[in-house]
C-alpha cells in the first residue's frame, strides 16, 4: 500500500515557475514507476510526466516537454514536477501516481493523490 500526497500548486501567472511535491508512505516506493497526470474541467485526466523506478527514464507529453522536468528522491520518498515557462493551458488539477509499469494509461496506475490545483493566469 502506497499513500501519495501531493503540494505545491497555486494560482500563478504565466511564464512563471512551479515545483510540485509528491511525498509517499508506505513500503517500497523505490519499487514503483511514478507518474504525473493532470485534469483540466470538462476534460479528461491526461499524462505528463513518467519515470522509473531509478529515474535514469523519463517520459514527457508533448505539450510539456522541455517546460517541465520530473525528478525522484527514493532517499525521501518522494517525486518532483519542476514546471517552468507556465502556460494558461496548463491549468488543471494535477496527481502523482505509483505503478509498476512505465506507461502513459492512467488505469495502470495502483495508487494516486488527492491532487493539487494549479492556475496559470494570463
Known amino acids: 500500500q502506497v499513500q501519495l500526497v501531493e503540494s505545491g500548486g497555486g494560482l500563478v501567472l504565466a511564464g512563471v515557475s512551479l515545483r510540485l511535491s509528491c511525498a509517499a508512505s508506505?513500503?517500497?516506493?523505490?519499487?514503483?514507476?511514478m507518474a504525473w497526470f493532470r485534469q483540466a474541467p470538462g476534460k479528461e485526466r491526461e499524462f505528463v510526466s513518467v519515470?522509473?523506478?531509478?529515474?535514469?527514464?523519463?517520459k514527457y507529453a508533448d505539450s510539456v516537454k522541455g517546460r517541465f522536468t520530473i525528478s525522484r528522491d527514493n532517499a525521501k520518498n518522494a517525486v518532483y514536477l519542476q514546471m517552468n515557462t507556465l502556460k494558461p493551458e496548463d491549468t488543471a488539477v494535477y496527481y502523482c501516481?505509483?505503478?509498476?509499469?512505465?506507461?502513459?494509461?492512467?488505469?495502470?496506475?495502483?495508487?494516486w493523490g488527492q491532487g493539487t490545483q494549479v492556475t496559470v493566469s494570463s
Open positions: 519515470i522509473s523506478t531509478s529515474g535514469d527514464f523519463t
Open positions: 501516481a505509483a505503478g509498476r509499469l512505465i506507461t502513459t494509461v492512467p488505469r495502470a496506475y495502483d495508487y
Open positions: 508506505g513500503r517500497s516506493f523505490s519499487s514503483y514507476a
